[in-house]
Protein backbone atom coordinates (compact mmCIF):
# COMPACT_ATOMS: atom_id res chain seq x y z
CA UNK A 1 0.00 0.00 0.00
CA UNK A 2 2.97 2.11 0.50
CA UNK A 3 2.63 2.85 -3.42
CA UNK A 4 -0.98 4.79 -2.74
CA UNK A 5 0.44 6.68 0.41
CA UNK A 6 1.41 9.96 -1.62
CA UNK A 7 -2.03 9.98 -2.28
CA UNK A 8 -3.17 10.90 1.64
CA UNK A 9 -3.72 14.56 1.57
CA UNK A 10 -3.84 15.43 -1.64
CA UNK A 11 -6.74 17.24 -3.21
CA UNK A 12 -10.08 15.23 -4.61
CA UNK A 13 -11.45 16.24 -8.04
CA UNK A 14 -14.68 14.48 -8.24
CA UNK A 15 -15.04 15.26 -11.61
CA UNK A 16 -12.60 13.53 -12.78
CA UNK A 17 -13.92 10.38 -11.30
CA UNK A 18 -16.96 11.01 -13.12
CA UNK A 19 -15.51 10.83 -16.74
CA UNK A 20 -12.99 8.69 -15.97
CA UNK A 21 -11.82 6.05 -18.68
CA UNK A 22 -8.98 5.51 -16.41
CA UNK A 23 -11.95 4.00 -13.28
CA UNK A 24 -12.67 1.85 -15.93
CA UNK A 25 -8.96 0.74 -16.97
CA UNK A 26 -8.76 -0.54 -13.61
CA UNK A 27 -11.39 -3.23 -13.32
CA UNK A 28 -13.16 -1.03 -10.94
CA UNK A 29 -16.87 0.66 -11.03
CA UNK A 30 -19.04 2.66 -9.11
CA UNK A 31 -22.41 2.55 -8.71
CA UNK A 32 -23.81 6.34 -7.21
CA UNK A 33 -21.38 9.16 -6.81
CA UNK A 34 -22.44 12.30 -5.19
CA UNK A 35 -22.78 15.55 -7.20
CA UNK A 36 -20.66 16.94 -4.85
CA UNK A 37 -18.65 16.00 -2.19
CA UNK A 38 -19.17 17.21 1.01
CA UNK A 39 -17.16 17.33 4.60
CA UNK A 40 -16.93 13.66 4.22
CA UNK A 41 -17.57 11.35 2.23
CA UNK A 42 -16.61 7.53 1.78
CA UNK A 43 -17.17 6.61 -1.67
CA UNK A 44 -17.23 2.70 -2.37
CA UNK A 45 -15.79 1.43 -5.72
CA UNK A 46 -16.60 -2.52 -7.17
CA UNK A 47 -14.38 -4.91 -8.63
CA UNK A 48 -14.08 -9.06 -8.48
CA UNK A 49 -10.92 -10.23 -6.82
CA UNK A 50 -11.14 -14.29 -7.44
CA UNK A 51 -14.65 -14.48 -7.48
CA UNK A 52 -15.37 -12.20 -4.20
CA UNK A 53 -16.50 -8.96 -4.25
CA UNK A 54 -13.95 -6.55 -3.63
CA UNK A 55 -14.31 -3.20 -2.53
CA UNK A 56 -12.05 -0.07 -2.91
CA UNK A 57 -12.91 2.60 -0.33
CA UNK A 58 -11.62 6.25 -0.60
CA UNK A 59 -12.36 8.37 2.35
CA UNK A 60 -12.34 12.20 1.64
CA UNK A 61 -12.18 14.79 4.48
CA UNK A 62 -12.30 18.59 3.27
CA UNK A 63 -11.88 17.81 -0.16
CA UNK A 64 -8.76 15.90 0.27
CA UNK A 65 -8.06 12.30 0.28
CA UNK A 66 -7.94 10.69 4.28
CA UNK A 67 -7.77 6.80 3.95
CA UNK A 68 -7.80 3.93 0.44
CA UNK A 69 -8.81 0.78 1.63
CA UNK A 70 -8.99 -2.34 0.19
CA UNK A 71 -12.01 -4.92 1.84
CA UNK A 72 -13.75 -7.89 0.42
CA UNK A 73 -17.63 -8.91 0.83
CA UNK A 74 -17.86 -11.40 2.63
CA UNK A 75 -21.78 -12.38 2.16
CA UNK A 76 -25.18 -10.56 1.53
CA UNK A 77 -24.93 -7.70 4.19
CA UNK A 78 -22.38 -4.60 3.27
CA UNK A 79 -21.01 -4.15 6.19
CA UNK A 80 -19.50 -7.33 6.52
CA UNK A 81 -16.41 -6.76 4.92
CA UNK A 82 -12.82 -8.22 5.45
CA UNK A 83 -9.31 -6.74 4.81
CA UNK A 84 -7.30 -8.20 2.03
CA UNK A 85 -4.12 -10.88 3.12
CA UNK A 86 -1.27 -9.36 2.45
CA UNK A 87 -0.28 -12.30 0.23
CA UNK A 88 -4.06 -11.16 -1.41
CA UNK A 89 -2.73 -7.44 -1.46
CA UNK A 90 0.00 -8.08 -3.43
CA UNK A 91 -1.80 -10.16 -5.75
CA UNK A 92 -4.40 -7.23 -6.29
CA UNK A 93 -1.24 -5.12 -6.83
CA UNK A 94 0.68 -6.99 -9.01
CA UNK A 95 -2.19 -7.08 -11.33
CA UNK A 96 -3.99 -3.94 -11.10
CA UNK A 97 -1.22 -1.92 -9.46
CA UNK A 98 -0.39 0.26 -12.60
CA UNK A 99 -4.25 1.15 -13.57
CA UNK A 100 -4.79 2.10 -9.97
CA UNK A 101 -1.83 4.57 -9.74
CA UNK A 102 -3.27 5.94 -12.93
CA UNK A 103 -6.62 6.37 -11.97
CA UNK A 104 -5.36 8.41 -8.42
CA UNK A 105 -3.31 10.28 -10.83
CA UNK A 106 -5.85 11.45 -12.46
CA UNK A 107 -8.42 11.76 -9.71
CA UNK A 108 -6.04 13.73 -7.57
CA UNK A 109 -3.87 17.00 -7.32
Do not use: W
Not at 19 to 29: K, M, P, Y
Amino acid sequence: MQRFKRYIGKDFILENVRDSETLQLSGFTCDSLPSSIGDFDELEFLSDFNGLPLLMCIAVLTGKIKRIMFVLNNGPEPDDVSPLSEAELKELLDRKGAQLVNFFEHITQ
